[in-house]
């Protein structure tokens, strides 16, 4: 466990920043009225794979 001390604040910022955007993405998911595929979809890959909110960005949403 002593390996991991030195790398600990870059590891909670990481995840502190990986969870902000899984939020901003289900909200702009949420308050979108299209999205460039299955809202459901969307939503899985958001909450279960790491880079799936910046997919969202770059590809699920959908200009009005």
């Known amino acids: 466990m002593e390996f991991?001390?030195?790398y600990l604040l870059y590891l909670i910022a990481v995840i502190l920043l990986q969870l902000l955007?899984?939020?901003v993405a289900l909200i702009d998911l949420?308050?979108?009225p299209k999205a460039n595929g299955p809202r459901w979809l969307w939503v899985v890959i958001?909450?279960?794979i790491s880079?799936?909110?910046i997919a969202y960005f770059l590809v699920g949403r959908q200009e009005e």
């Open 4 to 6: 991991i001390r030195p």
């Open 21 to 23: 955007l899984s939020v």
């Open 30 to 32: 949420a308050r979108r």
């Open 46 to 48: 958001i909450l279960f």
């Open 51 to 53: 880079f799936g909110p």
